[in-house]
């Protein structure tokens, strides 16, 4: 639906300049643009983890948005299949603190602010 919050999440290395990784997400509502965010990890971080916080970062944004409160659900869409299956469920690992974090903020999207028309919700990462 329209009124959803949809993220993009992405994440890239460098592999002819500085070697540093970077992740970023885009944020959309109503097919309009809402959000964008990147940022620089380093020459040591990993795809893996960039892609994590990529979604957390996207996430963080939506459940604050002035457009939270219209929506149902948050999605989150990913290209990292394993990154995807970790978000929402318990991992011992690399960013475990970005995959915590992750599993809080779905539990705080239903208790959101939101209109009375608008059902709690969920969080779907895809």
Do not use: C, M
């Amino acid at each position: 639906p329209l009124n959803d919050i949809q993220v993009f999440s992405n994440r890239s290395k460098s592999e002819f300049t500085d070697r540093s990784t970077g992740s970023g997400s885009v944020t959309y509502q109503y097919g309009l643009q809402i959000d964008r965010k990147t940022r620089s990890l380093g020459r040591h971080a990993e795809v893996f983890d960039a892609e994590a916080l990529g979604a957390l970062d996207g996430a963080q944004w939506a459940l604050t948005s002035p457009g939270a409160k219209l929506a149902n659900d948050l999605w989150i869409f990913l290209d990292n299949l394993e990154v995807a299956v970790r978000l929402l469920s318990s991992f011992p690992g690399s960013s475990q603190q970005v995959f915590t974090d992750f599993q809080e903020l779905a539990r705080q999207w239903p208790l959101r602010n939101r209109l009375p028309h608008t059902l709690p919700g969920s969080v779907r990462v895809r």
